[in-house]
T-cell receptor, first 113, second 112 residues
């Protein structure tokens, strides 16, 4: 069935370093992907999205890479800051919209000083 | 703008009780949705709506009802609460289904 998973449940990164959070998805029909950040006690916050006709998209300090051949998604955060500490979720959708999102289980990013 | 608001923040129910979780947004968003988040898991879609008067089921709709009589409000009703419905519930909205979703702060529900 459809599933979205993450390779690392916890990622510890030193402040100033770059972070890479990985995600594997199993539904080859998925055509829309989103990364969310969730801080403790809060709702998820949209970070960046990418469609299947792209393999890279950049935002402010973040880059999402999509490799459809191996069904892999990654989120790169440049110059990681303490405020980046949170749980990060990838989500996929096969409808081309966000109306049928399937979320991964999340990766906790810990930024050490 | 208040964004997406949810009430209550916390709720404890007994098995068999019914209740309504409220969700409202003041951004004139057409698309609204409800998710539940269980420990160690990602969010799972319960129901969603693409506009007033239109609702559809998500991944885990059983035991929940929704209605969308106005653009602003999207309440989630638990018909007969069960311990398996203990979870954190998030409401989200976006201008359109493919747009950036804005999430509310969540309602933590415990069913005893």
């Amino acid at each position: 069935g459809e599933s979205v998973g993450l390779h690392l449940p916890t990622l510890s990164v030193q402040e100033g370093d770059n972070s890479i959070i990985n995600c594997a998805y199993s539904n080859s029909a998925s055509d829309y992907f989103i990364w969310y950040k969730q801080e403790s006690g809060k709702g998820p916050q949209f970070i960046i999205d990418i469609r299947s006709n792209m393999d890279k998209r950049q935002g402010q300090r973040v880059t999402v890479l999509l490799n459809k051949t191996v069904k892999h998604l990654s989120l790169q955060i440049a110059a990681t800051q303490p405020g980046d500490s949170a749980v990060y979720f990838c989500a996929e959708d096969y409808t081309g919209t966000a109306s049928k999102l399937t979320f991964g289980t999340g990766t906790r990013l810990q930024v050490t000083l | 703008n208040a964004g997406v608001t949810q009430t209550p923040k916390f709720q404890v129910l007994k098995t068999g009780q019914s209740m309504t979780l409220q969700c409202a947004q003041d951004m004139n968003h057409e698309y609204m949705s409800w998710y539940r988040q269980d420990p160690g898991m990602g969010l799972r879609l319960i129901h969603y709506s693409v506009g007033a008067g239109i609702t559809d089921q998500g991944e885990v709709p059983n035991g929940y009802n929704v209605s969308r009589s106005t653009t602003e409000d999207f309440p989630l009703r638990l018909l007969s609460a069960a311990p398996s419905q203990t979870s954190v519930y998030f409401c989200a909205s976006s201008y359109e289904a493919a747009g950036e979703q804005f999430f509310g702060p969540g309602t933590r529900l415990t069913v005893l």
